[in-house]
């Protein structure tokens, strides 16, 4: 998460993150999720998408991203102390934008 201090105008207060989920809109996208310490669930409204999060075991959730895009979310399941500052961000970009984006990752 970013902090207060750090946010930049425009970004969203307790849901900015410092490093977004990106992936390619208009394609099939499978997520594998766990936790390392207790139960979370990954839940993005807007792409309707909650997947619970447990400790020693995979979980999946298979989307379809329609459009460009950054989608905002948050833990949602009530996990400790911390619950109420684990945003989630993830930003659908076009296939060129996606496979650039990649190739500077890895550079």
């Known amino acids: 998460m970013v902090a ?3 946010l930049e ?5 307790l849901l900015e993150v410092d490093n ?5 809109a208009k394609t099939h996208l499978r997520f594998i999720i766990t936790s390392a310490d207790v139960l979370h669930s990954w839940a993005v409204p807007s792409l309707g998408v909650k997947c619970d999060a447990v400790p020693g075991r995979l ?10 895009g950054v989608y905002y979310g ?3 399941e009530i996990c400790g102390t911390n619950h109420a500052f684990m945003p989630i961000v ?3 970009v076009s296939l ?10 890895l550079d």
Do not use: H, M, T
């Open 4 to 6: 207060e201090d750090d």
């Open 9 to 13: 105008l425009g970004q969203l207060r």
């Open 20 to 24: 977004r989920v990106v992936v390619p």
């Open 59 to 68: 979980n999946q959730s298979s989307i379809f991203i329609k459009r460009e």
């Open 74 to 76: 948050q833990c949602s």
């Open 90 to 92: 993830v930003e659908a």
């Open 96 to 105: 060129d934008d996606y496979v650039s984006w990649l190739s500077n990752k």
